[in-house]
């Protein structure tokens, strides 16, 4: 229990599956289909509307499962071995397209960090489009956030931006445009 809470290992429905019942089987989010004249294993009654007809597994690890309740337990297990073989060829292949399709391009290292081909065309003005060096972090641990912020309001360290002094800005800019206003109405005009 301890390792399904603090999430190393397992989840709470790993342990209601070894104690208590292990559920509905399911194919692609669905419930099992009817396929084998009218049921989902030769098994059962045609037409069958018991919860077990429809693939619920009413047993737990524990307990031990009917062999009807391993096969209908089985038929997921497959389809998400199957799935997860097809998912990890077809990213393979899109990462080996990417870098196929990268493979000319450079970051320069100048004032932007700009990205340019082989014929020394900009592909891009900022490295990543926000200008931040990767190579400068620390083994990969993330960036000072206030340096990035101070550097982009020109403010020299120090600035702390809460959500007290956004709404303190918000409301004065409120108050500016109502001012405004009332100076268009007061006869200022256009």
């Given amino acids: ?10 989840s709470m429905d790993n342990l209601n599956m070894m104690a208590g019942s292990i559920g509905q089987a399911k194919v692609r989010g669905k419930r099992l289909e009817r396929g084998y004249n009218e ?7 045609r037409g069958g ?14 307990r031990g499962l009917e ?4 096969f209908m337990l089985s ?3 497959r389809e998400s071995l199957v799935d997860t073989a097809v998912r990890t060829s077809k990213s393979g292949y899109m990462q080996r397209r990417l870098i196929n399709a990268m493979d ?3 970051v320069f290292n100048d004032d932007m960090l700009s990205v340019r081909n082989t014929a020394n065309r900009i592909i891009q003005f900022s490295y990543g489009e926000d200008g931040i060096d990767p190579s400068r972090g ?3 641990a993330a960036f000072n956030i206030d340096v990035i912020i101070d550097g982009a309001l020109g403010t020299e360290g120090g600035s702390k931006i809460t959500r007290e002094s956004i709404e303190r800005e918000e409301r004065e800019e409120d108050l ?7 100076e268009f109405h007061d006869g200022g005009g256009v």
């Fill in 1 to 10: 229990v301890n390792m399904a809470i603090s999430g190393a290992r397992g």
């Fill in 39 to 45: 049921r989902v294993l030769p098994h059962f009654k």
């Fill in 49 to 62: 509307r018991g919860a077990q007809d429809r693939g619920f597994i009413s047993g737990s690890f524990k």
């Fill in 67 to 70: 062999p009807t309740e391993f």
């Fill in 75 to 77: 038929v997921s297990g």
């Fill in 104 to 106: 000319d391009l450079k």
């Fill in 138 to 140: 620390v083994h990969g």
């Fill in 176 to 182: 500016g445009a109502w001012d405004d206003v009332e």
